[in-house]
């Protein structure tokens, strides 16, 4: 039997309901039980793919390839079970959904309307989760009280209703700010949250509190009594300083033994949260420490590159290092701005991750150029990569108008192109020039064979894989035997030869270009072999200077 878990949010945004909802996925895993995450999304997009990251921090991509919220990347980090187009919708989608259905007459004339036509869409996605897993988790999106969220919110009382308290249950994650002349935590926030959702007809039945301090006994009473909710429901969500802490820390204040008692559960097995243990301990208890130069353009909003943040501290765990970030703003090198070496003096690697467009490029290259010819390791991730190879087809080659078909004036020699054809499985996909930005890029994971004897399938130790992409532009093969000649191996290619998927360079300690991006599958207790060799890379390097 599925039972259904909504994790709703209140008081402010970024409570880290992501987290919790991933936290306790982990937390209902380690005790033998099968889970699945979703995220129900109330803004307009139809998916986050048009989104700058500014808005709305990174586009997690899955394997099947949908342009999701970042959440899922937090959930398949913490439960190793990889996300899938089904496992996120938003206001847009189900609109679309709605609107199609009304288009094909599907309603049989009837006056649709936001309950029940919107509520049932939604109530769908829901549904046909049902039988996957022994617990279903839905985060929903935004904070209570906002418009959008209403037929969200509907509809999971509705679906509560339907499955009864025996299938469904509704946690509230608020929070209890501190104010500094009162010497005390808030709880009227928090009382007024939970009103606002019973206002809606949802009745929390487990409260977490997000807290930068301890929360005292009596008012975490007071809380209980005034939400209606069981005393040992009413659960404290201390800071901590890893999020890789959370699960261990929700366990031992007991959020999953509350979650299975209100389900009725008793005989559940203790979680193994070994694993936990040991990922903390190392992020907690490092060696050592690498300096690592993020050269990229959204570099003052972290979650803009959040899974690439978390591979780096993986590839850290698994070396027993402290991973450093020092986030280099390319945009400021544009231009006559030559001097890059000051940015990049003294550190330990250099990783030049995706982005888009033209501004912040030529920092980019410069980047490239400097890990280059001072033999520091670099990490071209998707842009990163093309970057690379720019640099190397103006400064060794001797294309020195070599650009992308992504710049605007493209009028030298196009390295990097729009590909208008290429084949997934047996199908072929085409994109135009001409398309719509929304869902025209190559997504989702592709397979790749690595050269025998590469740095590469060294460090994978297989041949073929498979890795996730999000990217318009590729690395033009007619210049393959240009650039293989002036150093660079293209060690990974499409299985039809005719996409280079990975140039790494034959005369550098560790230099290698992916137009994926492996951060999207890397995990705390399964790091990926990139990440782990890079880092390696990094404090060799440091042993050098
Ligand atoms: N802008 C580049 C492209 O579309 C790279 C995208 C990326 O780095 N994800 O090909």
């Known amino acids: 039997m599925t039972r259904f878990i909504f ?8 409570l880290g309901k992501g987290l919790g909802s991933a936290a306790l996925g982990a937390l209902l895993q380690a005790r033998g039980y099968k889970v699945r995450l979703c995220k129900l999304d109330p803004y307009l997009n139809v998916d ?109 009382r509705q679906f509560g209703n339907e499955m009864g308290r025996e299938r469904a249950l509704f946690i509230h994650v608020t929070l209890l700010p501190y104010i500094p002349a009162a010497g005390e935590l808030k709880t009227k926030p928090t009382q ?28 975490l009473r007071k809380i209980a009594l005034f939400c209606n909710i069981d005393e040992n429901k009413v659960i404290p969500a201390l800071d901590v300083s890893s999020i890789y802490e959370v699960p261990l820390s929700y366990h031992k204040e007991g959020l999953d033994t509350q979650v299975l008692d209100a389900f009725g559960i008793h005989d559940a097995k203790e979680p193994d949260l070994s694993s936990w243990e040991e990922v903390v301990r190392r992020v907690k208890e490092p060696e050592g420490s690498v300096k690592i130069a993020i050269v990229g353009k959204y570099t003052n909003l972290t979650d803009s590159y959040k899974s690439l943040n978390e591979a780096l501290i993986h590839g850290g765990i698994a070396n027993n290092v402290k991973v450093k970030l020092k986030f280099v703003e390319s945009t400021i090198f544009d231009g006559d701005n030559d001097d890059i070496t000051h940015e990049l003096q003294g550190v330990n690697g250099i990783l030049v991750p995706g982005g888009f467009g033209v501004r912040g490029a030529e920092g980019k290259i410069k980047a490239a150029k400097y890990a280059r010819e001072k033999n520091i390791p670099y990490f071209g991730i998707c842009f990163g990569l093309q970057m690379a190879i720019l640099e190397a087809a103006r400064n060794l080659c001797g294309i020195t108008d070599a650009t992308s078909s992504e710049f605007e004036e493209q009028q030298g020699e196009l390295l990097i192109g729009l590909m208008t054809e290429w084949t997934k499985g047996n199908a072929t996909e085409v994109r135009r020039q001409d398309e719509d930005l ?104 440091g042993r050098l200077v």
């Open 7 to 14: 994790i709703t949010g209140g008081v402010v945004s970024s």
């Open 48 to 156: 986050p793919g048009t989104m700058s990251p500014f808005q709305h921090g990174e586009v997690y991509v899955t394997d099947d390839g949908a342009e999701t919220d970042l959440d899922l990347g937090h959930y398949e980090r913490f439960t190793g079970n990889p996300a899938t187009q089904n496992d996120n919708t938003t206001t847009g989608r189900i609109y679309t959904e709605v609107l199609a259905k009304e288009r094909r007459g599907d309603y049989l004339g009837a006056t649709v309307q936001v309950i029940p036509h919107v509520t049932d869409e939604i109530k769908d996605f829901i549904r046909e989760k049902d039988g996957t897993a022994d617990f279903v988790l839905c985060e929903i999106g935004g904070t209570v009280g906002d418009i959008e969220s209403l037929p969200f919110m509907e509809a999971i």
């Open 192 to 219: 007024h949250s939970v009103k606002e959702l019973m206002g809606m007809g949802i009745r929390p039945r487990i409260l977490l509190c997000r807290a930068d301090r301890e929360i005292a006994e009596d008012e």
């Open 438 to 541: 929304g869902g025209t890029m190559r997504l989702g994971a592709y397979p790749c064979n690595l050269k025998n004897g590469s740095k590469v399938a060294e460090i994978y130790g297989k041949n073929d894989i498979s890795e996730r992409h999000r990217h318009r532009y590729e690395v033009n093969i007619n210049f393959k035997d240009q650039l293989e000649e002036n150093g660079f191996v293209f060690s990974g290619l499409s299985p039809d030869g005719g996409l280079p998927e990975i140039c790494e360079r034959n005369d550098h300690p560790w230099f290698i270009g992916v137009q994926f991006h492996p951060e999207l599958k890397s995990k705390p207790f399964d790091p990926h072999p990139l990440f782990v060799s890079f880092i390696k890379a990094a404090i060799e390097q």
